[in-house]
Antibody, heavy 119, light 110 residues
Framework: EVQLVQSGAEVKMPGESLKISCKGSGYTFTSYWIGWVRQIPGKGLEWMGIIYPTDSDTRYSPSFEGQVTISADKSIRTAYLQWSSLKASDTAMYYC????????????WGQGTLVTVSS | QSVLTQPPSASGAPGQRVTISCSGSISNIGSYTVSWYQQLPGTAPKLLIYSNNQRPSGVPDRVSGSRSGTSASLAISGLQSEDEADYYCAAWDDSLNDLVFGGGTKLTVL
């Protein structure tokens, strides 16, 4: 069974750094791109970027380029999303998702990680 | 303002058929396939339709998708209470180099 399990909710202060994770199981981790999607409370879905764990080839949405860093450690089947300096506007639910080999769509999703940034 | 335009809400009585539209442009829906996602309250999105009209295993055949030109639509027939959710369309956009989503449609089963 394909599963993406994300790290738990985080509460941070503005200016702090953060790295959240997404661990894949039940499939060949290095054969699929993993993406990250943001959902601000009460709002829609926004694609942030994707990474290919085999060689860490990464593509970012222009909206998020330079704002976050996506990485992966294929040895432990885990992808990451990190911030160097959080802002209140980063408060959101963040989902990781597996991109299908059949096209640009996500066939499996993680349960989400809620990040709250508040002073 | 989302690149793909969806109605904010839709509704139907149990057993009825409802359609949700998704309007885009030549740089997204007009050139690339569309996927649809269902998000039940408090849960992660789930893939409902891919490649315009393909259903993943486990999605009932009362759910269907179509694309024509720069628009797409999702149809759900035989509405059930468990269909109450938010629905999002998505497609690659080559002018933005971005995977773009619609703003979402909240489906209410009356």
């Amino acid at each position: 069974e394909v599963q993406l399990v994300q790290s738990g909710a985080e509460v941070k202060m503005p200016g702090e750094s953060l790295k959240i994770s997404c661990k894949g199981s039940g499939y060949t981790f290095t054969s699929y791109w993993i993406g990250w999607v943001r959902q601000i409370p009460g709002k829609g879905l926004e694609w942030m970027g994707i990474i290919y764990p085999t060689d860490s080839d990464t593509r970012y949405s222009p909206s998020f380029e330079g704002q976050v860093t996506i990485s992966a450690d294929k040895s432990i089947r885990t992808a990451y999303l990190q911030w160097s300096s959080l802002k209140a506007s980063d408060t959101a639910m963040y989902y990781c998702a597996r991109q299908s080999v059949q096209g640009v769509f996500f066939d499996y999703w993680g349960q989400g990680t809620l990040v709250t940034v508040s002073s | 303002q989302s690149v793909l335009t969806q109605p904010p809400s839709a509704s139907g009585a149990p057993g009825q058929r409802v359609t949700i539209s998704c309007s885009g442009s030549i740089s997204n829906i007009g050139s690339y396939t569309v996927s649809w996602y269902q998000q039940l309250p408090g849960t992660a999105p789930k893939l409902l339709i891919y490649s315009n009209n393909q259903r993943p295993s486990g999605v009932p055949d009362r759910v269907s998708g179509s694309r024509s030109g720069t628009s797409a639509s999702l149809a759900i027939s035989g509405l059930q209470s468990e269909d109450e959710a938010d629905y999002y369309c998505a497609a690659w956009d080559d002018s933005l180099n971005d995977l773009v989503f619609g703003g979402g449609t909240k489906l209410t089963v009356l």
